[in-house]
């Protein structure tokens, strides 16, 4: 950044050489941090860089082993978010931290409710939350329950809880990583109205793309470490992201030509319901054939989530079939399926994918924990299992190294999807099917994932994939299978799709042919 | 990175501390109160420890000790599993009700036979009150705690109105059954009891006790059915994704759990009850399981020391009238040592969640 910028403005925060210890952990190594009013300021890492522990430490979570954090030029002892909120500073987290059953008023206003006399004046509560949204232009239904909402709305009441706490600065961690992309465009939209209104924002993220369509300033941390600030326009998302994992990154991933073989998967006019009883899935077919893969390409909520749950056996269809090789695996349990050929790996891989409190060496074997040579006469073999996770861990680069009695839940979200890959690509089944595989992922670990995606059809089995990320359903796929209120309503060749067409025919458009 | 196992081990350290820690509140806060009394907290704890360190008294402490252990065990292997088996004081009541059924009615049986088959026949009257509750909630999707608290008062009159059946009721006025036969006792022999000087209902049932805990040690730690319940207990949609019958293992770990608590049941009429009253209100034996679980920090071992000490308090607390003391001081003393564990707990997470936002957001998505 140019240095008149710097002398004109006191920057609003500004932290200095800030290194932060967990025990002989350094998390945070002499990172410097400089931002200024009405700017969007991007911090750039990969998992486990240090990103979130910067920013917790500016929001008082926890005290630096050393350095000076300064808001407005003064310097400032951060003790609990208390003393960060007192300062003018917001955060929203990646994980929400709203009351489901109350409304977004309530929520807004929990803590610092204005009262009449002893009792609540839940009136002027309203007519604040009103005001506030509508002087920064986050519309909200101030009556809706949380619990009713959409996401990228739960964001903007987090975003409004902040600001009627007086935030002049904003932390966003992870903003966009729960967001449809429509609500990520809306989110840059607020971003930016809020910059005009003098706020400075910080957004946590790992996400090229959004930094370049949003960001003013990225700082780029590496292993705790800081690497350096740059004017996001004078860069590309290739130079941002060889400084994020420290060595050139390749987008593109090599693909032979070949020619699929026999059909694996057949799905056969399926329908199915989701939970309020309401067709979700209307008569679809499909076909997935060995050494390639399909993408399947649509917006959230027309029926690809409940697809892949009958597929692997979570949930009932009403109608239809399912062919494994074959075999109809349709309403029978996961097990069946499994032993059919099916693997998969999860949208949710905490809640489908890991047992978070298991061991790694453990969820190595959460499908084979009942053969040989993981147990013999229903007793596990720990030494077969411990030795197995090692392996495991040191062929698929699981980090650490040495984590096989670790429980799960401490990997980063990158280290957790490849222990799910490890398993899954080692049950050797005809069949993998990826939901959103890089939710949530660097860039490091995105290649990494589609490395190991393209292998399993190079070596002949058949993928199915589901991605809510066009530019990874159009660099995997073979053949992209567009769909659309629980049908499949175009299909194109993968090296021919383009994000416009794509995006007209997942909104019901149709293609020229 | 190193530093996150050893966050764990301090916790899981401090764990174990906490518990100390609690039980010696309960000391302290039962102490106030016997100051708040006007009574010498000297006499009272002396009291009390004499009366569990002579041989006599450690024979009294076993004895108690043990329906606590196998009930302390039942509310413990079901909470590995994920389920909170409040039901424990209705298997209990099964388990020591039919045993006392088969142990009167089939009394002619030589001791090697019957003996094992009242075990049998309680762990099955256990497994089945288990069973019952783990197929409403399985199938109907009904709470497992509501049904399990129901349960527990079907067993409690089902047992009463058994005790009242004329084959089984008294011949004298007590409202009780018969005694079992000799044959279905666990007494240790008579002159080997006046011999060494122990209590007079000093029995072996705290082997059975032990063989039970390393059995639940085993199948929680070492087998595949350990892990398939463990899995279920810690994440039910990824086991059921990786292919593990969710709601099977729920009613495996259910009836294992009624089966330990039945077995406790048998274990306590055959060693020191000998009979079966008719009760105006439950025992809470199964209750208790659920604090000594508690305590034992659902491990085996734990839950063994954690039964022993609570059969301790039970008998020591029972002399405490001997120096005008209230028996009721050992509620307190429990009442407040629970508390401090429950405390202890939303302590840590406290802290949990205030140091590791790290440690969280390392294990969700992105730190």
């Keep these: 950044m140019s240095k008149e910028y710097v002398d004109m403005n006191t920057p609003v925060i500004e932290m200095r050489n800030i290194t932060k210890k967990f025990g002989n952990f350094v998390a945070n190594d002499g990172i410097n941090l400089t931002v200024h009013k009405g700017e969007i300021h991007a911090i750039l890492g990969e998992n486990g860089a240090g990103k979130s522990t910067l920013m917790n430490q500016l929001y008082g979570m926890f005290k630096p082993t050393s350095g000076d954090i300064l808001v407005n030029g003064k310097k400032i002892e951060m003790n609990n978010p208390r003393d960060a909120i007192n300062a003018g500073i917001g955060m929203v987290h990646q994980h929400f931290m709203l009351v489901q059953p109350f409304t977004v008023t309530e929520n807004i206003v929990l803590g610092t409710e204005p009262k009449k006399g002893v009792a609540l004046d839940m009136a002027t509560a309203r007519k604040n939350v009103v005001e506030i949204s509508e002087r920064y232009g986050l519309a909200i239904d101030p009556d809706a329950k949380i619990e009713d909402i959409s996401v990228g709305m739960q964001q903007r009441v987090e975003i409004l809880k902040a600001l009627y706490r007086g935030a002049d600065i904003l932390i966003l961690d992870e903003p966009t990583s729960s967001l449809t992309p429509q609500e990520i465009v809306e989110l840059i939209a607020i971003m930016r109205n809020l910059t005009k209104d003098g706020k400075s924002i910080i957004i946590i993220t790992h996400k090229l793309k959004e930094i370049k369509e949003s960001a003013d300033f990225c700082t780029i941390i590496r292993l705790g470490k800081y690497i350096d600030t740059v004017d996001v326009d004078k860069v590309t998302e290739n130079d941002l992201a060889s400084m994020m994992v420290g060595r050139n990154v390749t987008f593109k991933v090599d693909k032979p030509e070949q020619e699929p073989g026999e059909v694996v998967l057949d799905v056969q006019d399926l329908h199915c319901v989701d939970y309020r009883d309401v067709e979700v899935v209307c008569g679809l077919d499909l076909q997935v054939r060995r050494g390639e893969i399909i993408g399947i390409a649509g917006i959230d909520g027309n029926g690809q989530t409940e697809l892949v749950e009958v597929i692997t056996g979570l949930r009932k269809g009403t109608a239809g079939k399912v062919l494994v090789n074959g075999v109809d695996v349709f309403n029978k349990p996961p097990r069946f399926g499994f032993d059919q050929g099916v693997s998969s790996i999860p949208a949710d891989r905490q809640k489908h994918g890991l047992v978070l409190d298991f061991a790694i060496e453990d969820n190595l074997i959460l499908q084979n924990f009942d053969e040989d040579p993981y147990s013999k006469q229903h007793i596990l073999q720990r030494k077969p299992i411990f030795e197995h996770a090692t392996e495991s861990i040191s062929g698929f680069d699981i980090r650490p190294g040495g984590s096989e009695k670790r429980p799960a839940g401490t990997l980063s979200g990158g280290n957790q999807q490849k222990v799910i890959i490890a398993r899954e690509v080692q049950n050797d089944k005809d069949l993998l099917i990826a939901v959103n595989p890089t939710r949530g992922l660097d860039v490091g670990a995105i290649e990494y994932v589609h490395k190991y995606i393209v292998e399993q059809r190079n070596k002949g089995k058949a993928v199915l994939l589901v991605s809510f990320e066009l530019d990874e359903i159009m660099s995997l796929s073979d053949t992209i299978k567009v769909i659309f209120d629980g049908k499949i309503v175009d299909s194109i060749p993968g090296k021919d799709a383009n994000e416009n067409d794509l995006g007209l025919m997942m909104a019901g458009g149709k293609s020229n042919g | ?367």
């Design chain 2, 1 to 367: 990175m190193d530093n996150k196992k050893t966050v764990m081990q301090i916790i899981s350290e401090n764990r174990f501390m906490h518990i100390l820690i609690s039980v010696a509140l309960g000391f302290v806060v039962g102490a106030l109160f016997l100051v708040v009394m006007g009574l010498s907290v000297g006499d009272a704890y002396g009291r009390l420890l004499s009366s569990v360190t002579t041989l006599k008294g450690v024979s009294y402490v076993i004895v108690y000790a043990i329906p606590y252990i196998m009930t302390g065990l039942s509310v413990a292997f079901a909470f590995k599993t994920g389920v909170f088996n409040i039901g424990a004081e209705g298997q209990f009541v099964m388990g020591s009700m039919s045993a006392c059924v088969v142990g009167i009615l089939l009394g002619d049986l030589p001791k090697i036979i019957l003996i094992p088959l009242c075990f049998l026949v309680a762990m099955a009257a256990g497994a089945l009150w288990g069973i019952v509750v783990g197929l409403l909630k399985t199938k109907r999707g009904i709470n497992e705690v509501l049904s399990m608290i129901m349960f527990n008062w079907i067993a409690f009159y089902l047992s009463n109105y058994i005790a009242g059946i004329p084959a089984i009721h008294s011949d004298g006025t007590a409202e009780a059954t018969k005694n079992i036969a000799d044959n279905a006792s666990t007494l240790l022999p008579a002159d080997m009891i006046k011999s060494l000087g122990l209590c007079p209902t000093a029995n072996w049932g705290i082997l059975v006790a032990i063989v039970a805990m390393l059995i639940v040690w085993f199948i929680i730690d070492k087998t595949t059915l350990g892990y398939k319940l463990k899995a279920v207990g810690a994440n039910k949609f990824a086991a059921e994704y990786g292919g593990i019958n969710v709601n099977g293992s729920i009613l495996t770990a259910l009836a294992i759990s009624g089966a330990l608590a039945g077995l406790g049941g048998a274990l306590q009429l055959m060693g020191m009850g000998s009979r079966i009253s008719v009760f105006s209100s439950q025992e809470g034996f199964g209750f208790a399981g659920i604090v000594v679980a508690l305590m034992g920090c659902s491990n085996p071992f734990g839950v063994l020391a954690a039964g022993l000490f609570y059969g301790a308090l039970t008998y020591g607390g029972s002399k405490l009238n001997l120096e005008g003391v209230p028996t009721q001081l050992i509620s307190v003393i429990v009442g407040t040592v629970v508390f401090f564990i429950a405390i202890s707990v939303i302590f840590e997470r406290l802290k949990y969640a205030k140091k590791a936002p790290k440690k969280v957001k390392e294990g969700k998505e992105n730190k």
